[in-house]
């Protein structure tokens, strides 16, 4: 296992082809890593650069550009072993050295490519603020109404949706169904005790919801959206979240993977069950 192995991410908002053209040309790698000596050993285009390190360092090195929202994630991975007496600096000062060194570089570089843009702000006419949110779908073979009664019926939820501990329904409308919604979850990497708020459509073709409050969670947006295809109805579930704790965007996005295959799977089987 190599001594530093060090993974770092970083939102910018400029298309993804000219921050390739920054990652990718060797004047700005002698610029960002005077120590090291790199040598391209893929050229993925506007994916980015992976790269073999000799110098202070002896290992293999990795930009991966991401598109995401309005702008790209950056990836950056390092996996080395420094050179020369270890007493120099410890393992751990080394990786601490070399983290700094990368957030420095890659904030720099978003400044850079994003401008005089406000933070929080879309690229485009820096109005619209960034989606960042994941979407699955899955086919059962059930009517849009049948599928939305299963949807609408919270007090069933921890029946057959397993993370869902309890669910009570704390507001509804004048045809029943559901305005406002606790729930208390358990999903492995999310525990949560939250109110969520919902809209639905007349047609049973959607509903969407917000966060109300919420203990681990700052916000969540989602929805179910329904399209019949003869006898059976596609489902598309959107989903973002964003939690209080700090999380790297790939794992919190894996998350919210995680969470809507398995309430995808579970809807599916209630419905046809």
Not at 24 to 44: E, G, I, K
Request: charged fraction near 30%; aromatic fraction near 8%.
């Amino acid at each position: 296992m190599p001594r530093i192995d060090l993974i770092d991410e970083t939102f910018v908002v400029a298309p993804a082809t000219r921050v390739a053209e920054q990652i990718r040309n060797p004047r700005c790698w002698r610029s960002w890593w005077p120590d090291l000596r790199l040598t391209t050993y893929q050229d993925r285009a506007d994916a980015g650069v992976r790269w073999n390190v000799t110098g202070a360092l002896v290992g293999s090195m990795e930009v991966w550009i991401e598109p995401w929202g309005d702008g790209v994630i950056l990836h950056y991975y390092l996996r080395a072993d420094p050179v020369g007496p270890r007493q120099q600096r410890s393992d751990r000062d080394e990786v601490r050295a070399r983290a700094i060194r990368a957030k420095e570089i890659f904030w720099r570089l978003k400044d850079d490519l994003e401008g005089d843009r406000p933070p929080g702000c879309g690229r485009a006419g820096y109005g619209a603020s960034m989606p960042d949110q994941s979407t699955q779908s899955i086919t059962i073979e059930a009517t849009p109404g049948r599928i939305m009664d299963v949807i609408a019926d919270f007090p069933a939820y921890p029946e057959w949706a397993g993370a869902v501990q309890r669910c009570e329904v704390l507001d509804a409308a004048a045809d029943g169904r559901a305005r406002q919604v606790r729930f208390l979850l358990d999903a492995g990497v999310v525990k949560d005790d939250y109110v969520l708020e919902y809209d639905w459509a007349a047609d049973d073709s959607r509903v969407d919801w917000h966060l109300v409050r919420g203990q681990m969670q700052k916000s969540q947006t989602g929805s179910y959206e329904l399209r019949q295809q003869g006898d059976s109805t596609e489902v598309t579930y959107t989903l973002a979240v964003d939690l209080s704790i700090p999380m790297l965007g790939m794992f919190k996005r894996k998350a919210e993977k995680v969470i809507m295959d398995t309430a995808l799977r579970e809807l599916k089987k209630r419905v046809e069950g």
